[in-house]
């Protein structure tokens, strides 16, 4: 397990090596000619508004863009954390007196704590459930601010809200404002880089997976919740300090939904859709300034665009530009070549790396795995087969954590894991593959076995994200892919697509592989292909347990079968010996 | 002319190609057996004929007119009831509701409906007493009656059953069979088995699927003798007879 | 005491409007996996519609029968325009088009109405009747005869009838239900349109005893998922004892806590479930693996 701090959600700037700081230098030289612009060029009242109120709303969007775009979580709630924050400052700045940057940093701390206890209600609860729970909470919030007049004197707002000293004209303010905008949008644009992102990405692509490849689902959740509330908060400070005055109906849940359009107008993935959706939002109102002679006409149009664009822009703006210039440039950088792979598995148990005893899986009255034994022994390939509906999956899930024990216990090389979480397995030594793929298909190749080298302990990378991707790097080329690392999973066959899928395992070093139907949907080259490799990857001395149908795979593969039948087991032995076996020829070719 | 003809059938998921040009044909009256391990294609092509998968080219005829891209619920009124792998006997239902809604395809007054589905009890007495239970309350035996007998209530002229042994105790197997033996007087089968010597036992012609291709069709006897049977269950390279 | 009996009067009357609204989610949820976000706009675009037809000289009982049917005809718009096109999706994309159809239709009759709270009159002429201590309001009286009238049509038709039978049959597995012939589209049609006339009928039952205004919507959709999750998600008769009892809870808190935060009863009791008892009152009923 990975200390917190490895995890901090904002990589400090310098952890980076000099060439990317010099390779984004061209956005910060741009970042600075719009801070310079913004402090230097004369604007009236009202467009220095409607600036001032843009680029507070985008650092608050950029808060949906990483809960939603990266971590695929719903948060209908962003409108009450910039009004937790924005209230900090009202509040302190006047009836406390406090000075304005201990209130902003406050206001953060408020929003990020708020965030993270939503956060911890992603447990349990996902989809309309979470949705629901961040309704309610902005409700509560709404409620409060109507109603607890002594603090936040009710429904007619905090006035004289101050500024801080250093930025009191309402140009430099801007001009800070900007700047605070492109420090965040940096930071947004490069988080889904680091581990944190790429653990956020794989949660949103592929729950199931991020799991078993050794990501905390749960706590990545909490830190996308806890960032979105963070980023949230301090875009309400600095609205309040801008503005100068906050009433309750800035920030209820109609100003949550505006958030939320802006984020999928412009593209909920990135940084830069974000702007533009919320510059757009912030626009059209004001063009459509005419509309609002009729009160709810222009809602009403809102509305009805929501509705449009999440039926013909899935992707947003930002989507469809990005998607075109992708393919404009059609060009696909060259991955670095690299070493050959080598698996260290650990070997800390004795002859035996799995030790399964009276394993049992109960569903209600169904007994999908009863009282099951299984010894799997150090290095070459152990085979465990049965037919349909015998019960073989389940043990698969149970054994990597999916589902939980009835009875019986599991040992890993020595660490009893019967009642771990599947990330705790992961880093405890299991790899696994699913038997419908299940790969991380936002990203490419190589992202996808970065994730998988990422695991914690894995003694066999290096620090830093040169040796992850190095490490990937290999993996990638033992299976043969190396040099389609950078394309998108959606670019690669079925039969590709099986091989990445393992690739990201072998690149954790596992201590045991769990191959769950590898040859499934593979054509009979293909077969061969799995099979040479199996040859491979056992030569290094990792511990494989496969499941498949394909008996010609398997006992040609498998020196040691497992045999189920009806959740129990019917035969265990030398392949061949096992494959006579009268029950397993009548379980196979149906009895007299 | 057969009831059923497949020409040169191929279904694709995605990147997979899950039948790669099926042949086959089901004559009037008969029970057909579709051998083969597991995913060779057996319940795919199940699936293409009751309009659950799309075909991405060949051709199905049934009684002579294409039903190729039809959809699900316009095929069944056509006369093919299709009996899915795992039974899908609606939980939250009665036994008796379950058979009822298999008369789904067809117009007929409830009372009728309720009577015929009474009536199906005399072919599956096993499961006479649990009428009112309902469906998740059953073990797999009983649903897998439940199953047929939903399938029966369409009057179909064509019966596809995928799996009706999988999963069940070998008693339970021969009970099923038992009833299959009987449908067979009046319905023509399609059988997908992976118990190959039950599947047989029934059956008047059978077919062996391997990696989504026939590899082999026949008379019972002249199958069960043949050593592609065996390769196609239990591995090994047989000869491919084409 | 008698307070309490006069309390438990009125909010069992006002969590009769929540418990049908909350029936309006779940007949939806377990048709098509969806939560309707705009089913609160359901009631309030019914009231709207019952005050406009009262305005233009229409009978009550009427009135009555052209709202209910206007209900009938959104829930086929609903269903072909925002539902159905989206209904390969995931369910994110979809929960956020039925948020915006519940802007859009909030807001179309905020621009055709105007933000101006609309009186509709009770059905009946006299106030209500006094029973010992507690005095019956017509109007708590007609909600709650009506929801037990539909608690009954809808165990009927849910029960004993074919196609109750094969709604419930589509919701549990659709792909199996188009096996036998059943018309999954259809089925999913009608579900929409029996959801638009319940949260419809919610809406002009209630509107006499609240004001008729463009908030009502979210406020009675936000009690009546409250409500679904109190008494289990997907669970007809968890709907309706959780918008019970939700009715009740909050007039006892604002009766005797505090009546500004009366709305925030629900919430709290909403946040306390999901957080200790996501599956509600009742439970998960069904196996894990049937």
Redesign the interface.
């Known amino acids: 397990m990975s200390a917190p701090s490895d995890n901090m959600p904002i990589p400090a700037p310098g952890i980076h090596s000099k060439p990317l700081l010099v390779r984004h230098l061209p956005y910060f030289i741009g970042a600075a000619i719009l801070v310079w612009l913004a402090a230097t060029m004369r604007f009236d009242g009202y467009v220095h508004n409607i600036l001032l109120q843009a680029t507070t709303f985008s650092i608050a969007v950029f808060g949906l863009s990483v809960v939603l775009g990266l971590c695929?979580q719903?948060n209908?709630a962003q409108a009450a954390f910039f009004g937790l924050g924005a209230y900090a400052v009202g509040i302190g700045t006047t009836d406390l007196q406090v000075s304005f940057w201990v209130c902003l940093v406050g206001g953060c701390l408020i929003s990020l704590l708020a965030g993270a206890f939503l956060g911890m209600?992603t447990l349990?609860?996902g989809?309309?459930?979470l949705?629901?729970?961040t309704?309610?909470?902005q409700?509560?919030v709404t409620?409060v601010m109507?109603?607890a007049i002594w603090l936040t004197r009710g429904p007619d707002g905090v006035p004289n809200i101050k500024r801080p000293e250093l930025f009191q004209s309402s140009q430099s303010y801007l001009a800070f404002c900007v700047a605070m905008l492109a420090i965040v949008g940096y930071l947004v644009w490069h988080l889904a880089d680091t581990k944190l992102g790429r653990a956020m990405r794989a949660v949103r692509d592929n729950e199931l997976a991020a799991g078993v490849n050794g990501i905390d689902v749960f706590r990545t959740k909490i830190y996308a919740f806890a960032l979105c509330a963070l980023l949230g908060g301090l875009a309400g400070g600095l609205f309040a300090g801008g503005f100068a005055y906050v009433s309750p109906d800035q920030f209820s849940?109609?100003e949550s939904?505006v958030f939320?359009?802006m984020s999928?107008l412009g593209g909920v993935a990135s940084p830069i859709g974000s702007a533009i959706g919320t510059g757009l939002l912030i626009l059209i109102p004001e063009w459509l300034r005419f509309l609002k002679s009729?009160?709810?006409?222009?809602?009403?149009i809102?509305?009805?665009?929501?509705?449009l664009i999440?039926?013909f822009m899935?992707d947003g703006i930002w989507g469809f530009v990005a998607d075109a210039f992708t393919r404009w440039r059609a060009k696909i950088k060259a991955p670095p070549a690299a070493a050959a792979l080598q698996l260290k598995p650990a070997t800390i148990g004795g002859d035996t790396v799995l030790e399964v005893t009276g394993l049992s899986k109960h569903?209600?009255?169904?007994k999908?795995v009863d009282g099951v034994d299984i010894a799997v022994k150090r290095g070459g390939v152990h085979a465990l087969i049965g037919?349909?509906?015998?019960g073989k999956t389940t043990t698969l899930n149970v054994l990597s954590g999916l589902y939980e024990a009835t009875s019986g216990r599991i040992v890993l090389d020595g660490t009893d894991i019967t009642h771990m979480a599947p990330h705790q397995r992961t880093a405890a030594g299991l790899g696994r593959t699913f038997q419908n793929i299940r790969l991380f298909r936002s990203m490419t190749a190589l992202e996808n076995v970065e994730i998988g080298a990422e695991r914690p302990g894995n003694t066999m990378v290096g620090k830093g994200d040169d040796a992850l991707t190095e490490r990937a790097m290999e993996a990638l080329t033992f299976v043969g892919l190396g040099s389609r690392a950078n394309e998108l999973i959606s670019s690669f066959?079925?039969g590709h697509?099986r091989l990445i899928e393992i690739a990201r395992a072998l690149a954790s070093n596992p201590t045991l592989l769990l191959l769950d139907?590898p040859a499934?949907?593979l054509?009979?080259t293909e077969k061969l292909e799995l099979h040479e490799l199996l040859k491979r990857i056992a030569a290094q001395g990792l511990t494989i347990l496969i499941i498949d149908?394909?008996?010609?795979?398997?006992?040609?593969a498998a020196q040691h079968i497992t045999v189920l039948n009806?959740g129990r087991r019917i035969a265990d032995g030398e392949s061949m010996a096992v494959?006579r076996h009268p029950d397993v020829?009548s379980a196979?070719?149906?009895?007299? | 002319m057969p009831l059923l003809e497949i020409r040169n059938l191929v279904v694709r998921y995605?990147?997979?190609?899950?039948l790669r040009g099926v042949t086959c044909a089901v004559e009037q009256g008969q029970v057909v057996t579709l051998l083969g391990?597991?995913?060779a294609g057996k319940s795919t092509t199940l699936r293409a004929i009751s309009g659950l998968a799309k075909p991405t080219s060949g051709d199905i005829l049934f009684d002579g007119k294409s039903i190729a891209g039809l959809g699900p619920e316009a095929i069944v009124r056509m006369g093919i009831s299709h009996v899915p792998e795992g039974r899908r006997v609606f939980p939250g239902l009665t036994v008796k509701e379950n058979i009822m809604l298999g008369a789904s395809n067809r117009r007929a007054p409830t009372s009728e409906i309720s009577r015929e589905a009474d009536a199906m009890f005399d072919l599956f007495p096993d499961i006479r007493k649990f009428t009112n239970a309902l469906g998740w309350t059953l073990s797999g035996g009983q649903l897998q009656m439940v199953a047929v007998a939903r399938g029966l209530m369409a009057k179909p002229r064509l019966l596809l059953l995928d799996?009706p042994?999988?999963?069940l105790?070998?008693v339970i197997?021969q009970a099923v069979f038992k009833i299959i033996s009987e449908i067979r007087r009046n319905t023509t089968v399609l059988l997908v088995e992976?118990?190959?010597?039950?599947?047989l036992s029934v059956a008047d012609y059978g077919y062996v699927l391997e990696?989504g291709r026939i590899v082999l069709g026949g008379k019972p006897d002249a199958l069960w003798g043949n050593e592609a049977?065996?390769?196609a269950?239990?591995?090994?390279?047989a000869k491919v007879s084409a | 005491m008698d307070l309490a009996l006069q309390l438990l009067f009125t909010g069992i009357g006002i969590g009769a409007v929540y418990a049908l609204v909350a029936l309006g989610f779940v007949l939806i949820?377990r048709a098509t996996n969806v939560?309707n976000?705009a089913q609160g706009e359901f009631s309030m675009v019914a009231a709207y519609l019952m005050v406009v037809a009262v305005e233009a000289g229409l009978p009550y009982w009427a009135a009555f029968i052209v709202a209910l049917l206007g209900m009938a005809l959104l829930g086929v718009i609903f269903n072909l325009?925002?539902y159905y096109?989206?209904r390969h999706?995931t369910?994110?994309?979809v929960?956020?088009?039925t948020?915006?159809?519940?802007?859009?239709?909030?807001?179309?009759?905020?621009?055709?109405y105007?933000?101006q709270p609309q009186v509709l009159e009770g059905w009946f002429e006299t106030p209500g009747i006094q029973v010992g201590p507690v005095y019956l309001d017509s109007q708590y009286l007609l909600i709650i005869g009506v929801t037990i009238c539909l608690v009954i049509f809808n165990f009927w038709f849910f029960e004993k009838t074919l196609l109750g039978k094969k709604l419930q049959a589509t919701s549990q597995d659709k792909e199996m239900a188009s096996l036998l012939g059943i018309s999954v589209s259809t089925m999913i049609m009608i579900t929409f349109i029996y959801s638009a006339v319940l949260g419809g009928l919610a809406g002009i039952l209630v509107a006499p005893v609240l004001f008729v205004s463009?908030q009502m919507g979210?406020t009675i959709a936000?009690k009546a998922?409250?409500a679904t999750?109190i008494g289990g998600?997907g669970d007809v008769a968890g709907a309706i004892i959780g918008g019970l009892s939700l009715g009740v809870i909050e007039t006892f808190g604002a009766a005797y806590i505090s009546v500004?935060?009366k709305?925030?009863f629900a919430?709290?009791v909403?946040?306390a479930f999901?957080?200790f008892r996501?599956q509600g009152i009742f439970g998960e009923r069904v196996?894990?693996?049937?």
């Not at chain 1, 569903?363 to 169904?366: D, E, P, V």
């Not at chain 3, 196996?287 to 049937?290: D, R």
């Open positions: 695929g719903i209908l209600s349990r609860l989809g309309h459930y949705a629901m729970v309704i309610s909470f409700q509560i409620l109507i109603n849940f109609a939904i939320l359009t999928l009729v009160p709810g006409l222009y809602l009403a809102y509305g009805l665009f929501v509705i999440i039926r899935p569903f209600g009255g169904l999908a037919p349909n509906g015998s066959s079925y697509q139907e499934a949907g054509n009979s149908h394909d008996m010609t795979l398997v006992s040609e009806f494959l020829v196979y070719l149906g009895s007299e | 995605g990147e997979i190609e899950a391990a597991n995913g799996e042994s999988l999963g105790a070998p197997v992976q118990n190959a010597r039950m599947g990696t049977i065996r390769a269950y239990l591995g090994g390279h | 949820f939560v976000f325009g925002v096109p989206l999706r369910y994110l994309p929960i956020i088009a948020i915006g159809a519940s802007i859009l239709l909030a807001n179309s009759v905020l621009a055709i105007g933000p463009i979210s936000l998922f409250a999750i998600f500004p935060y709305d925030g919430f709290l909403l946040i999901l957080i996501p196996a894990e693996k049937a």
